[in-house]
């Protein structure tokens, strides 16, 4: 129920929240994405939509801006209102990043249930008010065919306007199984679409580059890693779907307990998905123990194909076809590979060879190794050699120097300077004592002159933001120059520095960090790095557990090519939060990422620990970090889900061979 959302339109005459704007339900069916009916989706002016939703009972109403991304049919002329035709599903993207709960969706078709009862939710209009209505319904049989769409009929209560498009579950298994649709005529009963329905979302007419390119594979693969991320952090307040599913012992039907499922999803949905349906049912069709035959609409992805396979199995025999599966994933042709392909498939290795011990022949499990073997043998060449790196020494930047009065808290001096090839440097234009909430518009014009001067077409000059190590966490790269303008980590590549390294907090060992020596190891890591791959390595939070930053003395230990990236940066669980960053820069590191804001859910955590390596590993080198973390920030303001957990992101980039400006330039503190 916390998953399950109203939907109102907007647009002038409507506000929001309220019954008059209210067209339907939905639900969350993976971070940032919400599954409804199409004519609910439809009922907004112009695609535009506010989702409504509560993440526990007392914890109030949250609205977030949402924008309709696809439906089921796609184009559909004359509709008559409340009507659509089959499967009359949308896809809702939610136009800004936000923490809630997931259904868990059933990898299996809903055509299974022909009997029974179900339990379906959602909202409804009662005595002027918007509130929740959920409870169980009696399945009458199926209406349609593979052609339009199975669906289940639902009778004999009474199904009141708003209630479309709200989940259906299963209520044996706890999964969502439908979408529920109302009828038209406010008659009784209702119809169950299958979310087995959404298969039918267009195949992408061009080759597959990544994840987001196939709408379909990137919304279940987000369902798959949030649900395995989510069980990677139980909290004693918020049970997962596996936790509930353990203490019922309930898994009829199934080989795999709802743990195991949960980590096999998962790491399924870490690997890029089939490189085409007929390659998936090709991979099926070569298990020697798989009778069954491919259910309709054909699977597309990864979890599809596990759902056709243990399909009304009771014995441990379908264990080993599921292993077997497993395998043949690993070998399958990839349609693209990421920097995480390898240890994605490292990892589902090591699920099946957990999941087989004790549990199989001596047979079977001499041949998953022999296909291990095979594997190895068959290991994919390196990827795409890496691009010409960007020669920034040879291109002029704006830099923006802050420095915090120590007398007058929340008050800056600050200057913007123009920083040429060769290190020479001309003064735009410096002040003082500047309040915190008036910079924006203050170093606006000296910004915008600094811009004109360094811009080239098609290739906005770096900024380089000077601040003091206590505030790096300053969100300068939301800040605008114009109202009408982007945020200024948007409009170009911008990077963060730090200002007094002769103040950082020495710890015991380390007093003289500041010595020629220290010196010379920082700008040997920086050269490193340059030269060679980079590799993230997560500093606090351990597959979303908190833990302190590690010392100076052991941060010095870790390898030339690490980058540090703190997922928790300012949650303040430590009293030496605000040393984390000194012990990274006393560490000698020139580069480091972290993301401001709130605290986040294990399930995000997951995304942004994939993404922050991803995002270093693809830069082959940190030389290309500010144009990676430039693009993931444009991508943010586009409302791609593909950037969501980059929200807050933020990159330390301080190259010691460009000097910053003297300390004698600004007012310093007596």
């Not at 994405?33 to 112009?46: D, F, N």
């Not at 939610?94 to 709960?101: A, I, K, N, S, T």
């Not at 597959?543 to 928790?568: I, T």
Request: with cysteine; charged share 25%.
């Amino acid at each position: 129920m916390a998953a399950t959302v109203r939907i109102h339109r907007t647009g002038p005459g409507y506000a929001a929240d309220e019954p008059g704007s209210f067209v339907g339900s939905g639900f969350f069916i993976a971070p940032n994405w919400v599954l409804t009916c199409a004519h609910v989706a439809r009922g907004g002016e112009g695609g535009e939509l506010v989702v409504a939703y509560e993440s526990g009972p007392g914890r109030g109403v949250s609205l977030v801006p949402a924008e309709v991304v696809a439906t089921l049919p796609e184009q559909v002329d004359r509709v008559v209102p409340g009507k659509w035709p089959a499967p009359d599903l949308a896809l809702v993207r939610l136009r800004e990043p936000v923490d809630h709960e997931c259904v868990y969706v059933a990898e299996r078709p809903a055509a299974y249930y022909s009997e029974g009862e179900v339990f379906y939710g959602g909202w409804t209009v009662v005595d002027g008010q918007v509130c929740r209505l959920d409870g169980p319904i009696a399945v009458k049989g199926t209406i349609g065919d593979w052609s339009s769409g199975v669906q289940l009929r639902l009778g004999d209560n009474d199904l009141p306007y708003g209630i479309s498009g709200g989940p259906v579950v299963d209520p044996v298994r706890g999964e969502v199984i439908g979408v529920l649709k109302s009828r038209a005529d406010h008659g009784r009963g209702g119809t169950s679409i299958g979310i087995e329905q959404l298969r039918t979302l267009p195949v992408p007419g061009q080759a597959v580059r990544a994840e987001h390119d196939d709408l379909y594979q990137a919304v279940c693969h987000a369902h798959d890693r949030y649900h395995r991320d989510r069980q990677r952090q139980s909290h004693p307040d918020r049970n997962t779907w596996a936790d509930v599913q353990s203490r019922l012992g309930a898994r009829p039907g199934r080989t795999l307990t709802a743990g195991e499922r949960v980590q096999l999803l998962g790491r399924l949905a870490d690997l890029p998905p089939p490189v085409s349906t007929r390659g998936l049912l090709d991979l099926m069709e070569s298990l020697p123990e798989f009778e069954g035959g491919a259910p309709l609409p054909s699977p597309r992805g990864w979890r599809d194909g596990l759902g056709a396979l243990y399909e009304g199995a009771h014995d441990e025999g379908v264990r080993g076809l599921v292993l077997d599966y497993a395998m043949r994933v690993l070998s399958a042709d990839r349609p693209f590979v990421t920097p995480g392909t390898a240890h994605a498939e490292e990892s589902l290795w090591a699920w099946v060879r957990q999941a087989g011990e004790g549990r199989l022949d001596g047979g079977r499990r001499r041949r998953i190794e022999k296909q291990r073997v095979e594997r190895l043998r068959r290991r994919r060449p390196p990827g795409m050699p890496p691009e010409p790196a960007p020669d920034r020494s040879a291109r002029p930047a704006a830099l923006l120097e802050l420095v915090e009065r120590g007398w007058e808290r929340d008050h800056w001096d600050w200057q913007v300077y123009v920083t040429r090839p060769g290190g020479a440097r001309d003064c735009v234009r410096q002040d003082e004592r500047t309040p915190t909430d008036e910079l924006p518009e203050r170093i606006a014009a000296p910004l915008a002159e600094a811009f004109r001067q360094c811009d080239e077409p098609g290739r906005p000059a770096l900024l380089q933001v000077v601040l003091p190590h206590t505030r790096l966490d300053l969100p300068v790269d939301g800040w605008r120059l114009r109202p009408d303008e982007p945020p200024l980590g948007v409009r170009g590549p911008l990077v963060l520095r730090c200002g007094d390294r002769d103040r950082l907090p020495a710890e015991p060992g380390f007093e003289d960090w500041a010595s020629p020596e220290s010196d010379a190891d920082r700008a040997d890591r920086w050269r490193w790095l340059h030269a060679h791959g980079a590799r993230a390595e997560i500093l606090d939070c351990d597959d979303g557990v908190p833990q302190p930053v590690p010392e100076s003395g052991e941060l010095r230990n870790l390898s030339p090519g690490s980058v540090p990236v703190m997922c928790r940066y300012g949650e303040h669980r430590y009293e030496d939060d605000t040393e984390a960053l000194a012990r990274i820069l006393l560490g000698g590191f020139g580069v480091a990422l972290w993301r401001r804001g709130p605290a986040r859910s294990a399930a995000v955590c997951g995304e942004f620990h994939r993404g922050a390596a991803v995002t270093v590993a693809d830069a082959r080198g940190a030389r290309h970090l500010p144009e990676r973390v430039h693009e993931l920030r444009r991508k943010l303001l586009a409302s791609r889900t593909e950037a969501y957990w980059a929200d807050g992101i933020a990159l330390f980039y301080d190259d010691p061979n460009q000097p910053l400006p003297g300390s004698g330039e600004l007012l310093e503190a007596p």
